[in-house]
């Protein structure tokens, strides 16, 4: 401790950072000056940021240092959280937040004539993942460093995170995702750190030392992994952790033998081909592409990290059987599921660890998470693809297997269909390895990410495994980091809370918020609320004016449906609602407020039908909103490019948060936490979350529609025939007919065929047998919405009794039942 200090000063810590706003402000001249070589009047808004982002930077250096260093000579057990996606969002408002350095930022760039907002606004957000699975790792090592638990996010570092979304005559169209064009000054690469990472090839038996059967595997090619590490700031404490994103590059970058009889391509083939592995995202959402690329970025991104790990547990320890009490290895979903067999690998090839030994320490390790249920999502890979790369890991594999069916022949004795089931290699035409059945046996913990969702896994996709191990299952509902989506992005709620509840304890204890249920009806305090939100719908007006050239009334009812397009999201039912509103609304049958139905996401490009989904919102705006029978009553909006930069304006500008998931196929959701928390009341089905969020506000504060999961399967067992649904719905009817004539395609009756087909023919997501219930619902809410009182009430209670959906809730669950890991303060 005191040679700490010594040290810190002696890098004359304190001299370098100039304490105070006006060190601030001394600190950004200086990085604009030494950084951008720029003096103030030809410095660019960006030249700001950047100045202001490595101002920044320098104020967390030693925060994070210091934690390295605690975690290191207290060699602290550390949870390593595998995700091959991290959306983290901007970083420069988050960590002025963390850092409790907002105000003297704000004043430090005022001084300098610049404003805060538009600075932050010059970040470009790493959108390194997807959608929920990747924002909900990026919440959970929000909440580990603000609990004050040890941890590692490691993951891959793609050139091009997910595609922005430019939208064209209506039609959405991928724009390269060049965030790294400016720099980014919230990494710091680890060259000298590299290890490689071998595909391809074959294996060759010896005799090693006794005389052990010993394996080699004589790879093809060999890829380097270097790291970039990204720090990930605690809240109002000084633990930071690391995010640790690998890159791949090539073992010679540059062949000059080529060179020298001028094969030039070839002198550059090895680097173009290992940097192609982290080149870019797969923007597939909930549907595997099964392709090799995407087989060889999973493998890369394992193998650095428990090559990584072992480096680091070596440098204090010395036996590997301690290596489970070191570290617990959380498995985001099956991207990562070949940790179980290359960690075998690592062991049994490399250190030449007996194999029980080994595979003892690895199922110890090891815990998984399952975030879907579609079939199309569980990742499985064609054995003939997988042999050809990781031809050693398939041998491992078919050991592990050989041994795990073994023990399932001995408890259930002759049930070959389980054995078939529960095999990790899917015997058929084409024999193909099941990535989650190899998480399964690999871990010692399984969970979903909501109870149904657990409820659902248990007694389906994973029945077999649960029968064989229900201690290894346990629900982890997921949970939303109160930083980021309450304190950061909806400023004039967060200060009426600060001032109610008299402090920010909330920020990190946020069943405290349960203080406002008093509130609920204390008309000055209601007041006060509606004023707050007020400034959040004129905050995104005023974004998606300036942004997208889009106008949004404040004065109306913000309806919002914001998510990946998926046809289980069941944007169309919605779409197809607002049709049946339009024409009651220009029959004048539809009562209620003037409403703003609000659509954003983004479709995975290869997934034809979200696309035509997005093509049937724009063409639907466009006949509504240019009707001026109908336009003072209502609006359809659709919002570009829905990322994490533009939720946060988003989620604090809603009034209804449409979360209508056909039953059973959402696993939790996690947006409509962010919705609930900032104030919005939700209309939606029993699905994922959705059911413990009506629990926690109250039935009553809740509009709950539709299906549940037992009778969406029941109707489906039945035979579920949606054209007789439409014969009974005559609003659902109009609205089909009014598409199947041309009414949204300026008379092109081909243009929506495809997406009526599948409504009509099959409806797998039974948009029809929920239309009329939804519709019923969805006036209920505009109703209530006129009776500001009630509303304003209602949304104070979901604020107030949304504390458990609090990622550290979710975070010190896992703490608790599977990682058994303990905080470690760090004194600076
Ligand atoms: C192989 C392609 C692929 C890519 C991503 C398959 C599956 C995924 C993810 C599992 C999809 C995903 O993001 N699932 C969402 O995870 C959230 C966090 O747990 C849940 O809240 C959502 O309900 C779930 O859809």
Not at 490 to 500: D, G, K, R, W
Not at 593 to 615: D, S
């Amino acid at each position: 401790m005191a040679g700490m200090k010594k040290m810190d000063k002696a890098r004359g810590i304190g001299g370098r950072i100039k304490p105070g706003v006006e060190g601030l402000r001394r600190d950004i001249l200086d990085n604009l000056f030494c950084n951008q070589a720029k003096f103030p009047a030809v410095a660019t808004k960006n030249d700001y940021y950047q100045a202001l982002a490595y101002a920044v930077r320098d104020r967390l250096m030693h925060r994070w240092i210091r934690s390295a260093q605690t975690f290191f000579e207290r060699e602290s057990r550390t949870v390593i959280y595998l995700s091959a996606e991290y959306l983290m969002g901007p970083q420069l408002g988050n960590n002025l937040i963390n850092l409790g350095l907002w105000k003297e930022a704000k004043e430090a760039v005022r001084g300098l004539g610049q404003d805060l907002d538009d600075l932050l606004a010059e970040e470009e957000e790493p959108g390194l993942g997807n959608g929920g699975l990747g924002r909900l790792a990026a919440c959970y090592m929000d909440s580990l460093a603000t609990l004050k638990i040890p941890a590692i996010g490691y993951g891959i570092r793609y050139e091009y995170g997910i595609f922005d979304q430019a939208i064209r005559d209506g039609w959405q169209v991928e724009v390269a995702d060049k965030w790294l064009r400016l720099g980014n000054p919230w990494e710091v690469a680890h060259p000298q750190i590299q290890y490689p990472v071998h595909f391809g090839g074959y294996t060759e038996y010896f005799n090693g030392e006794e005389n052990h059967l010993r394996v080699r595997w004589i790879p093809a090619r060999t890829v380097m992994g270097t790291p970039s590490d990204t720090p990930v700031l605690g809240y109002g404490h000084h633990n930071a952790n690391i995010l640790r994103l690998w890159r791949a590059e090539a073992a010679e970058s540059f062949d000059f033998a080529a060179f020298n009889v001028g094969d030039y391509y070839k002198a550059v083939e090895d680097k173009m081909v290992s940097e192609n592995i982290t080149k870019v995202l797969y923007p597939n959402d909930e549907a595997e592409a099964g392709r090799r690329l995407r087989l060889e970025q999973q493998f890369f991104f394992v193998s650095c990290s428990l090559q990584d790990m072992l480096r680091i547990f070596f440098q204090r320890n010395g036996s590997l059987d301690k290596l489970a009490e070191k570290y617990v290895v959380q498995l985001n979903d099956t991207h990562p599921a070949l940790a179980v067999a290359e960690m075998m690998r690592l062991l049994v090839d490399e250190h030449q660890t007996p194999w029980e030994r080994a595979w003892d320490i690895t199922c110890r390790l090891f815990a998984y998470t399952n975030h879907t249920l579609l079939p199309e999502a569980l990742e499985t890979w064609a054995v003939d693809l997988f042999g050809r790369i990781l031809p050693r890991h398939l041998e491992i594999i078919y050991e592990i297997n050989q041994r795990f069916l073994d023990h399932v022949r001995l408890t259930f004795p002759g049930d070959e269909g389980r054995l078939a089931s529960l095999s990790i290699i899917e015997e058929g035409p084409v024999k193909r390895v099941r990535m989650a059945n190899l998480a399964c046996v690999g871990s010692s913990a399984i969970n979903g990410v909501a109870e149904l969702h657990t409820e659902l896994l248990q007694k389906t996709v994973l029945s077999d495994f649960y029968a064989l191990w229900p201690d290894k299952f346990s629900n982890k509902t997921n949970g939303v980091t109160p930083r980021r989506f309450l304190l950061r992005s909806n400023p004039p709620l967060s200060a009426l809370i600060v001032e109610a509840l008299g402090g920010t304890a909330w920020v990190k204890d946020l069943e405290r918020l349960r203080g406002l249920e008093r509130l609920a009806d204390d008309s000055a305090f209601q007041e006060k609320w509606k004023a707050a939100q007020k400034k959040g719908k004129e905050a995104l007006a005023r974004h998606a004016a300036k942004y997208y050239d889009i106008r949004l009334d404040p004065d109306t009812l913000f309806d919002v449906q914001v998510k990946r397009i998926h046809e289980y999201k069941r944007q169309h039912l919605n779409a197809l609602h607002v049709i049946s509103l339009y024409q009651k609304i220009k029959r004048g049958e539809a009562g209620g407020p003037p409403r703003t139905v609000i659509f954003g996401g983004k479709a995975a490009p290869g997934y034809w039908i979200a696309k035509l989904m997005i093509k049937l919102v724009h063409n639907i705006a466009e006949v509504v909103n240019s009707d001026s029978e109908t336009n003072e009553m209502l609006k359809v909006v659709f919002l570009p490019d829905f990322n994490v930069k533009n939720a946060q304006k988003i989620y604090p500008a809603a009034d209804l948060s449409q979360q209508i998931s056909t039953a059973g196929y959402e696993a939790s959701g996690t947006g409509n936490m962010k919705f609930a928390l900032n104030g919005a009341l939700t209309i939606g089905t029993l699905d994922g979350a959705n059911i413990e969020i009506r629990d926690a506000v109250g039935p009553e504060n809740f509009f709950l529609f539709g299906l549940e999961t037992e009778e969406v399967r029941t109707l489906r067992e039945r035979g579920y025939n949606p054209r007789d649904f439409c014969q009974n719905t005559p609003d659902l009817m109009e609205a089909l007919t009014m598409l199947d004539e041309g009414a949204f395609s300026r008379g092109d009756r081909h243009l929506f065929a495809p997406l009526l087909g599948r409504i009509l023919d099959h409806d797998e997501y039974m948009v029809c047998a929920d239309f009329a219930a939804y519709g019923e619902c969805r006036e209920k809410a505009a109703a209530t919405y006129l009776d500001s009182r009630q509303w304003t009430r209602m949304s104070i209670l979901n604020t107030a009794r949304m504390g458990r959906f609090s990622s550290d809730r979710s975070i010190a669950e896992y703490c608790r039942d599977i990682w058994h890991v303990d905080p470690v303060p760090v004194e600076l």
